[in-house]
């Protein structure tokens, strides 16, 4: 039986019903457009993905053709110096990477314009040291030199060439490559502060009072001059542009290849003298190669260019001049590797020949060096034995007082007649012409 309470019911539920239908519907719609958006999304960041791992692989691919180089160049002004350090790095590579017939290296127009940007050649590079020395320029670049570029660009001038070797081989040439880099570089280096050797020091002489032997003291002081700031700038960041990180000795050390320390110190303090020891390490640098030899040869040359120096009075003219004859020799300097010979051919001026060096000394060793020297020590079996001592660095205070040598020497005149004539005495640079191919064997 219906009543009017059932049909109520009725009712009201379709008036629900009615109601409810078009917003199951929005939901369902909503629903369907989200779920269309999810799986857009997850398609989204699916392609996202596979087209970062294309780009990574490619990079990789681009990577593997890469080589970074460190190299040195000088020039009239910057651009022509980098240029210069470009050259090299193309040389290095195409000769290391690169198997080809032609004799495209030959042509110096085509070599400038392989080391370039615009090439694609060289990638990047970044100058990471730039010193001035009379008008001339001096760089420090690290390259990233692009070998399959570098291929691309030789087939394009008509010559035949190819990327030489498979992996292994790339690997192994990667690690020649590196070698190579780092000795040549170091050469360079060592070239250019040879350039900068005989700017680099200053003279004066100080003349006491004559006696009544008709003799007077006499003391030569030998100061580094504000070339020495350039030189030890280029020393300090070459040698930290060269160095091995921690993780490239470990990976050398992990494939049976021995890496090279190097310390670093700088001597400033008089207690080093006092104490007899040795100034503390200051910084290790690590490197494929020894260059303990290259070094010493290196100081020789500054000690023969700090003592190319010209005396003048009333009398004449009288250079101090190198000499490998021991046997006539007026004076010697000791160096770590020896003695140095020089010739002193004046009659009434001499440089005393027993004990003439006031010099500061360093501990046991017998060989001299200038007061705030660099000092390099060069280890052997695990121990730093070999030592370097280099003026390279500027005294701290801007005051040339004992930054130097010292020497000592002595005037003595005939007689009274010959003193009376004696007005003046002057020190200067010498004129005195000096290789150093004499003194650096650069390979």
């Not at 009725?10 to 779920?35: D, E, G, K, T």
């Not at 080391?115 to 009379?134: D, P, Q, R, W």
């Not at 009434?348 to 501990?363: A, D, T």
């Not at 003046?424 to 010498?430: N, P």
């Given at each position: 039986?219906?009543?009017?309470?059932?049909?109520?019911?009725?009712?009201?539920?379709?008036?629900?019903?009615?109601?409810?239908?078009?917003?199951?519907?929005?939901?369902?719609?909503?629903?369907?457009?989200?779920s269309q958006s999810l799986r857009c999304a997850l398609d989204y960041t699916k392609d996202l993905?596979?087209?970062?791992?294309?780009?990574?692989?490619?990079?990789?691919?681009?990577?593997?053709?890469?080589?970074?180089?460190?190299?040195?160049?000088?020039?009239?002004?910057?651009?022509?110096?980098?240029?210069?350090?470009?050259?090299?790095?193309?040389?290095?590579?195409?000769?290391?990477?690169?198997?080809?017939?032609?004799?495209?290296?030959?042509?110096?127009?085509?070599?400038?314009?392989?080391?370039?940007?615009?090439?694609?050649?060289?990638?990047?590079?970044?100058?990471?040291?730039?010193?001035?020395?009379?008008?001339?320029?001096?760089?420090?670049?690290?390259?990233?030199?692009?070998?399959?570029?570098?291929?691309?660009?030789?087939?394009?001038?008509?010559?035949?060439?190819?990327?030489?070797?498979?992996?292994?081989?790339?690997?192994?040439?990667?690690?020649?490559?590196?070698?190579?880099?780092?000795?040549?570089?170091?050469?360079?280096?060592?070239?250019?502060?040879?350039?900068i050797a005989p700017i680099m020091f200053d003279y004066e002489i100080k003349i006491g009072e004559?006696?009544?032997?008709?003799?007077?003291?006499?003391?030569?002081?030998?100061?580094?001059?504000?070339?020495?700031?350039?030189?030890?700038?280029?020393?300090?960041?070459?040698?930290?542009?060269?160095?091995?990180?921690?993780?490239?000795?470990?990976?050398?050390?992990?494939?049976?290849?021995?890496?090279?320390?190097?310390?670093?110190?700088?001597?400033?303090?008089?207690?080093?003298?006092?104490?007899?020891?040795?100034?503390?390490?200051?910084?290790?640098?690590?490197?494929?190669?020894?260059?303990?030899?290259?070094?010493?040869?290196?100081?020789?040359?500054?000690?023969?260019?700090?003592?190319?120096?010209?005396?003048?009075?009333?009398?004449?003219?009288?250079?101090?001049?190198?000499?490998?004859?021991?046997?006539?020799?007026?004076?010697?300097?000791?160096?770590?590797?020896?003695?140095?010979?020089?010739?002193?051919?004046?009659?009434?001026?001499?440089?005393?020949?027993?004990?003439?060096?006031?010099?500061?000394?360093?501990?046991?060793?017998?060989?001299?060096?200038?007061?705030?020297?660099?000092?390099?020590?060069?280890?052997?079996?695990?121990?730093?034995?070999?030592?370097?001592?280099?003026?390279?660095?500027?005294?701290?205070?801007?005051?040339?007082?004992?930054?130097?040598?010292?020497?000592?020497?002595?005037?003595?005149?005939?007689?009274?007649?010959?003193?009376?004539?004696?007005?003046?005495?002057?020190?200067?640079?010498?004129?005195?012409?000096?290789?150093?191919?004499?003194?650096?064997?650069?390979?």
């Amino acid at each position: 039986m219906v009543t009017k309470n059932s049909i109520r019911k009725i009712a009201v539920f379709f008036m629900i019903l009615l109601v409810s239908l078009p917003f199951a519907n929005i939901c369902a719609h909503s629903y369907r457009s989200n779920s269309q958006s999810l799986r857009c999304a997850l398609d989204y960041t699916k392609d996202l993905r596979e087209k970062e791992k294309k780009e990574k692989n490619k990079d990789k691919q681009k990577n593997e053709g890469d080589v970074t180089l460190t190299v040195m160049g000088d020039g009239e002004n910057k651009e022509q110096a980098i240029q210069v350090a470009l050259r090299s790095a193309i040389e290095q590579a195409f000769g290391v990477f690169v198997s080809s017939h032609s004799e495209i290296l030959n042509d110096e127009l085509v070599k400038d314009e392989i080391a370039t940007i615009a090439s694609g050649n060289i990638k990047e590079f970044k100058c990471l040291s730039e010193n001035y020395v009379e008008g001339k320029c001096f760089v420090t670049v690290q390259a990233i030199v692009s070998t399959n570029n570098l291929i691309s660009y030789t087939k394009s001038k008509g010559a035949s060439a190819e990327l030489a070797g498979a992996t292994f081989a790339m690997n192994l040439r990667m690690l020649e490559l590196n070698k190579r880099n780092e000795a040549l570089a170091m050469q360079h280096l060592v070239r250019q502060l040879a350039e900068i050797a005989p700017i680099m020091f200053d003279y004066e002489i100080k003349i006491g009072e004559f006696n009544a032997g008709l003799g007077c003291p006499l003391e030569i002081c030998i100061n580094v001059n504000e070339n020495a700031k350039i030189a030890y700038k280029m020393l300090t960041e070459t040698l930290e542009a060269l160095s091995l990180k921690e993780v490239e000795v470990s990976d050398l050390k992990k494939i049976g290849i021995t890496t090279h320390k190097m310390s670093f110190s700088t001597y400033f303090d008089d207690k080093w003298v006092a104490s007899n020891t040795r100034p503390p390490h200051e910084i290790i640098y690590h490197f494929r190669h020894p260059y303990h030899k290259l070094f010493h040869e290196l100081c020789n040359w500054f000690v023969a260019c700090s003592m190319n120096f010209k005396l003048t009075d009333d009398f004449g003219s009288y250079s101090v001049k190198y000499t490998t004859d021991y046997k006539n020799k007026d004076f010697v300097l000791p160096t770590p590797i020896g003695s140095m010979y020089f010739d002193f051919d004046c009659n009434h001026i001499s440089i005393n020949v027993n004990g003439p060096l006031k010099l500061e000394r360093y501990g046991h060793h017998a060989h001299t060096f200038f007061k705030n020297s660099v000092f390099l020590y060069f280890a052997h079996d695990g121990y730093f034995q070999d030592e370097v001592a280099l003026p390279f660095h500027y005294y701290k205070n801007g005051s040339s007082n004992n930054s130097g040598r010292r020497l000592k020497a002595s005037i003595r005149m005939r007689n009274i007649e010959e003193l009376s004539t004696l007005t003046k005495i002057q020190i200067e640079r010498g004129q005195e012409i000096l290789k150093v191919s004499d003194f650096i064997k650069f390979q």
